[in-house]
């Protein structure tokens, strides 16, 4: 773990980083600027919707301590809307992408007050999430009128940036992406650093004590969920905008195990561990995709490793090891 | 020779070798690979592509031809996803089959957007030459407004009542919408209608819907494969079926009357474009096509062998594989092979060939396995398909 | 016309909800153990459903054995496997937060259904409904299939028979106490871990059997178990935890209610499980037969 004298040195940097929280950024940007030209672009940006959708999802297990199974309504939804907004509404694509963030805020409250009114074990706040992940996923596969049922929302436009720039072009595309990611990346970086931040740790690290400090922690809780899902719905809408589609995969609840497959092997609790699990998640389903059905069963390898012999995940172990914080 | 050295030494001679040979041209086979329809196109689609790349002599235009095949998992996501890797990346200069509708339409728009052509087969919604036509797609096989010609006969036999299970997406839509005017063109009427999730697996509540409603005919407006055998089936145990009530599909495969049996088939009636018994050319073909694959070609693999051989012409006449010049050039080229008879390539993209109308057989006439169908009548290239007059599709000027 | 509706279609609609009921009650109970004892969400119940239905597929294609040695072999096999997963991954989580519980069986969940897609498909497969359980009864207001019938019938003796166990036996009682408080029934000279090993052996040995008990009536593939495990999760949670009687009695309320909104308003059949379990979070959270935290 961190050394006191980083922790001391980190908190005096504006966003309160700590050098090696710096040093990653700097590399996570310079990946973002030189990536397009190594790597096909369509794969970057479907990489870095689900990198962020990570982070945010991150933001709740990794430092509340709350699992939702069920993210996916929230992604799945931010697409349908930012996708259903862009095309019949014609909306610019970056008003289009804060309609799925709104979106996920909306259901994001919801959900959130509705899983935590159960109180006891956080096992069942992953349940009830569940239960009412699958409950959208019917309702999206019923409501063919918005969602376009199996068929999906096709035919969503990328549209002109503020009217101006067509992004019809992917390295355009690429380019609003990765701001929007990297503006998301930040806020949440931002937030756990912040001490709002530390009030979420102390509840993840001993509730009663939290409480009996004096923080309402169910509050606190359902703010970390809202400010998650509301990012989730921005990564789904993005991923609609760069993809022209919409569909009920991405509010299936193999959706919601993705997210927490990309958090677990990245590192939960980490900054970065999110974001490498978002990549690496991507990767294997890209590049192996011809092996079909056994991307499944690798995911899933993989998922029983990390829970057994591997919680802290890539990043996590690579931070204990060097004593970075990353 | 040690490892190392060795494998360079294979390098260069790999990619000399890749540097003598003119680019191939690629054509990719986008298939359900393992879910409910696979049996029906699949791999045997891809099978009938390369048969036809290999019957045409293996290159064109001098380039070799190379055959790619993949799984859409039946994902509309999924399929678009490919086909935009497949010609950003690869560049694939044609697609192929892309059976179920929904992913077809998800295909459809990211061809238009590329200027790359594809050839749908096993998508049967008219959308593709219709509504959502443009000018690099072109459609193959059946489609929904054939496949409500089956309502005639029955409602000439006095079966004029119906009731519909919709499988909900593009495809059981566009059929309905077809077999609703179809039916009241000749003077039926439509008692009512559900519509099914596509992953239903029990159908039983639906079926007593349609036991309650009257109807004489229930339709099964879900495609071919597993689930529509799933469905008869429990149409069976609810006993929907007597002398005067009938469940039907509108469009019956081969292969699935091969999985119900005749029994439970005898007597359905449907419009289809290839039966492998049809005469001898379609017997040579289909021997010669189980000779290599092990199996008898379905409706879709001859449709998919007919779309290959017709691509491979149409660059031939081109000169080229330029979308739009291969495009112009099939128009002019004749087409006439085992699938597509008295054929002709509109302007918005639907292939018309006749069609026959056929029977299942009672288990008394069928004399040998996969001896399934009576021809009936064969319905000429005109009459099939829906007149150019009549498209929707804006390329059509009227 | 009952509520304007024809009686044929609301009796049968009712039977259907009734016959899935079944299935809930069925797999809900075993969660409901399993969760009790181990506090673990046993996410792999649902690929322990599939595989009951896939071996009774696999026993008639391969072996040649029908529905009635399918109904005893495929959950003893089933029950096995299960066994194996508790002492190779289950167990290792002792003491773990129960989150990877969840987790891991979500895992090893994905791992069962990869497989049998690689193998299978997911094309589904056809298996016959038994000849001696062939045919309907046509009762005048409404048909009933002998074999749904006989699911109904198989399934609530089969909770009754489980409802006695726990509630009259010696092992029921230990269960009892062992869920209660583990530790204490350990300090009395229980073997706990065995007992737990047995009971997630059982859990899944009833799924499979249910699996078996749905193979006829559905179309068997390897994605079968996925959406009623989560339907059973929704059970779960509605019925809360603390009694046996829980699960199976919401299990086939459920199941009726789904079934009443097929007649009434179609559209929405499958959305009203999860609805209800709003309903019930929103009036008292605790679960309907659970005590509040």
């Not at chain 2, 099978?47 to 290159?59: M, V």
């Not at chain 2, 594989?321 to 390539?345: C, G, N, W």
């Not at chain 2, 399934?372 to 099939?384: D, M, Q, R, S, W």
């Not at chain 3, 079934?259 to 979070?281: C, E, N």
């Amino acid at each position: 773990m961190a050394s006191a004298r980083e922790e001391a040195a980190g908190h005096a940097g504006g966003l309160g980083l700590s050098r090696s929280e710096r040093v990653a950024l700097a590399g996570l940007a310079a990946l973002l600027v030189f990536g397009p030209f190594a790597i096909y672009p369509i794969f970057l940006m479907n990489a870095l919707c689900f990198a962020l959708f990570a982070a945010a999802y991150n933001l709740m297990i990794g430092y509340v301590g709350l699992m939702s199974f069920g993210h996916a309504a929230f992604f799945g939804m931010g697409s349908y809307v930012g996708g259903w907004t862009a095309r019949y509404w014609h909306l610019d694509p970056l008003l289009a992408i804060a309609m799925g963030g709104a979106t996920g805020l909306l259901m994001g409250t919801a959900f959130g007050w509705l899983a935590l009114r159960r109180q006891g074990q956080a096992i069942y706040f992953a349940t009830i999430t569940l239960a009412l992940a699958q409950m959208v996923y019917f309702v999206c596969v019923r409501a063919t009128g918005f969602t376009g049922g199996e068929d999906g929302l096709q035919q969503v436009p990328r549209g002109r940036l503020l009217g101006l720039l067509s992004l019809t072009s992917d390295r355009a595309m690429y380019v609003v992406v990765a701001a929007i990611f990297l503006a998301g990346f930040l806020a949440i970086v931002r937030v756990v650093h912040s001490p709002f931040g530390q009030v979420l740790v102390a509840i993840r690290e001993n509730e009663p004590r939290a409480v009996s400090l004096g923080y309402q922690t169910r509050h606190y809780k359902l703010i970390a969920t809202i400010i998650s899902c509301t990012l989730s719905g921005v990564a789904g809408a993005m991923q609609a905008i760069v993809f022209g589609i919409a569909s009920l995969e991405n509010v299936h609840f193999s959706m919601s195990g993705e997210v927490v497959l990309m958090t677990l092997t990245g590192g939960m609790g980490t900054l970065l561990g999110p974001v490498v699990g978002g990549f690496l998640v991507t990767a294997m389903e890209n590049y192996l995709a011809p092996l079909g059905n056994w991307v499944n069963v690798l995911q899933g390898i993989v998922f029983v490793a990390c829970v057994l012999t591997f919680r802290r995940g890539i990043v996590g172990v690579l931070g204990a090891r060097t004593g970075w914080r990353l | 020779m040690r490892p190392i050295p060795a494998l360079i030494a294979l390098g260069c001679l790999l990619a000399g070798s890749a540097l003598a040979q003119p680019a191939p041209v690629k054509l990719g086979v986008l298939e359900d690979m393992a879910g409910p329809t696979s049996y029906l196109n699949g791999q045997g689609s891809v099978d009938a592509a390369q048969l036809a790349a290999d019957d045409f002599g293996g290159k064109v235009i001098g380039r070799p031809i190379v055959v790619m095949s993949a799984d859409h998992q039946q994902k509309p996501a999924v399929g678009a996803a490919i086909a935009r890797r497949w010609i950003d990346e690869q560049g694939v200069d044609v697609l192929l089959d892309i059976p179920n509708s929904d992913i077809a339409l998800a295909v459809d728009q990211v061809i238009a957007e590329k200027h790359r052509l594809a050839i749908f087969v096993g998508a049967v919604t008219d959308r593709i030459s219709e509504q959502d036509c443009n000018p690099y797609a072109m459609q193959w096989g059946l489609d929904t407004y054939a496949d409500s010609q089956t309502v005639r006969p029955l409602i000439k036999s006095g079966f004029d009542s119906f009731f519909f299970l919709t499988s909900d997406y593009v495809f059981g839509h566009t059929l309905e919408d077809a077999a609703r005017s179809a039916i009241a063109a000749a003077g039926g009427k439509v008692l009512g209608s559900v519509t099914i999730p596509l992953e239903t697996t029990d159908y039983s509540s639906f079926l007593v819907q349609a036991q309650a409603s009257g109807a004489k005919v229930v339709a099964l407006l879900i495609s071919g494969g597993s689930r529509l055998v799933t469905a008869f089936k429990q149409a069976r145990e609810f006993g929907l079926s007597d002398a005067s009530h009938k469940v039907t599909s509108l469009h019956i495969y081969t292969e699935d009357v091969h999985t119900l049996g005749l029994p439970a088939t005898q007597g359905l009636e449907a419009v289809v474009p290839f039966y492998w018994n049809r005469d001898a050319a379609s017997r040579a073909f289909s021997e010669r096509y189980k000779a290599r694959f092990g199996h008898l070609p379905s409706e879709l693999h001859a449709g998919v062998y007919s779309a290959t051989l017709a691509y491979l012409k149409g660059v031939e006449k081109a000169g080229t594989t330029d979308a739009a010049k291969v495009r112009a050039a099939m128009a002019e080229i004749t087409i006439d092979d085992v699938y597509a008879q008295h054929a002709t390539l509109l302007a918005n993209g639907r292939l018309i060939h006749d069609l026959y109308l056929v029977q299942v057989k009672t288990p008394a006439e069928s004399k040998d396995p996969w001896d399934y169908f009576n021809l009936v009548a064969t319905i000429p290239a005109a009459e099939a398909f829906r007149p150019l007059s009549q498209s929707l599709c804006p390329l059509v000027k009227h | 016309m009952i509520l304007g509706v024809p009686p044929a279609l609301l009796f049968s609609q009712v039977m259907l909800g009734l016959i899935n009921g079944a299935f809930y009650a069925l797999m809900s109970l075993g969660l409901a153990v399993i969760f009790g004892l181990l506090n673990i969400i046993n996410f792999v119940h649902g690929a322990l459903f599939m595989m009951g239905a896939m071996l009774a597929w696999l026993l008639a294609s391969y072996v040649g054995l029908g529905y009635w040695w399918a109904l005893f072999i495929a959950p003893a096999m089933v029950g096995v496997f299960a066994l194996m997963l508790e002492r190779l991954f289950v167990r290792r989580l002792h003491g773990v937060d129960p989150l990877y519980g969840l987790l891991l069986t979500f895992g090893l969940a994905l791992v069962i259904e990869g497989v049998f897609r690689v193998k299978f498909g997911t094309q589904g497969m056809g298996y016959d409904i038994p000849p001696s359980l062939q045919g309907a009864f046509r009762l005048g207001f409404m048909v009933l299939p002998v074999y749904r019938a006989w699911v109904v019938a198989a399934a609530v003796l089969l909770c009754l028979l489980i409802w006695l166990a726990v509630e009259k036996t010696r092992l029921g009682s230990v269960l009892r106490a062992a869920t209660e408080n583990a530790a204490l029934v350990q300090a009395f000279g229980i073997n706990v871990p065995r007992l737990v090993t047995l009971i997630y052996a059982l859990g899944g040995a009833l799924a499979a059997f249910a699996g078996v008990l749905g193979a006829p009536i559905t179309s068997v593939d390897p994605n079968m178990g996925q959406n009623i495990v989560i339907v059973a999760f929704a059970v779960v949670t509605i019925g809360g935890l603390g009694s046996i009687a829980g699960p199976i009695v919401m299990g086939f309320v459920v199941g009726l209610i789904e079934g009443l909104t097929k007649v009434f308003y179609p559209d929405a059949s499958s959305v009203a499980i999860f609805v209800l379990m709003i309903l019930v979070l929103l009036i008292r959270p605790a679960g309907l037969f659970g005590r509040a935290a």
